[in-house]
């Protein structure tokens, strides 16, 4: 077997396994009540969470992302395309009736989420592809209303790569009666507990300034779920993050 069939076939292998993962664990996102350590449903509706205190940001900088070449919805290059972690498509007849067949239209707000499953042994692509896959499944499967795909359309894991999810092409599923026109992108981890990592949150600060550059979304239209609706998504520990890096002197703030 040839060095590209070898490559080829351990995709597919690690898609096939990802797949089987996904269907025996349930969704974990942003869920009713408190979240969980481990994987579990978790849908847009939940409690509101006290307010948390300011958070300084790390110190480290990063320069920002450049902008992106291409048409309206093309791919950034420093974003790992869907066909690394997926082969299975959008279902169609599942998107969101919104006058254009679920499209998104023009982008003028991104919400920022976490999928409330720990993510502190996820170290590698392959373990990141996983987590992806198993996402998905339970986006796909949830009842009574199953998603067409996977609800956002950028993630972000612990070692900073950016993975594309759902084509920016369609509206997401990510805040509940507000997707419309609005990018989701999360944040692998459960925020409730841990808090994310540095490189999660330069590639976080640089990505999302990066996007309101190149669609001229002000910092007022960057939102956290728990901004839009009653809900602990993206975790006290991000939310705290938001907060300061949007705020005067922030990297958010700084890079957009």
């Not at 959008?90 to 993510?119: F, W």
């Not at 592809?129 to 009574?144: A, D, K, S």
Request: charged share 20%.
């Amino acid at each position: 077997m040839s060095s590209k069939d070898q490559n080829n076939f351990d995709r597919r292998r690690l898609m096939q396994q990802g797949l089987l993962l996904g269907g025996m664990a349930l969704l974990a996102g942003c869920r009713n009540g408190q979240p969980a350590k481990t994987a579990q449903i978790a849908w847009p509706n939940q409690d509101a969470p006290s307010p948390t205190p300011p958070w300084t940001p790390p110190t480290r900088q990063v320069e920002p992302l450049p902008p992106t070449p291409g048409g309206y919805y093309s791919l950034p290059s420093n974003v790992i395309p869907r066909s690394q972690w997926t082969d299975q498509g959008l279902i169609k007849s599942r998107l969101t009736s919104n006058g254009q067949d679920g499209k998104m239209g023009k982008i003028l707000r991104i919400t920022v989420h976490h999928d409330a499953l720990d993510s502190s042994r996820i170290n590698t692509r392959g373990e990141a592809m996983r987590r992806l896959q198993t996402v998905r499944q339970g986006h796909i499967t949830r009842r009574p209303e199953p998603f067409a795909d996977i609800g956002y359309h950028f993630v972000i894991d612990p070692m900073g790569n950016v993975w594309e999810a759902r084509s920016l092409y369609y509206q997401g599923a990510h805040v509940k009666g507000q997707n419309e026109n609005n990018m989701g992108i999360m944040v692998m981890g459960n925020f409730e507990f841990q808090r994310p990592t540095s490189a999660a949150l330069q590639s976080l600060d640089s990505f999302v300034a990066q996007q309101m550059r190149r669609y001229n979304v002000d910092m007022r239209h960057v939102k956290t779920h728990q901004e839009m609706a009653p809900t602990e998504c993206p975790g006290q520990n991000l939310q705290r993050y938001m907060v300061a890096t949007r705020g005067r002197g922030g990297n958010m703030a700084r890079y957009a």
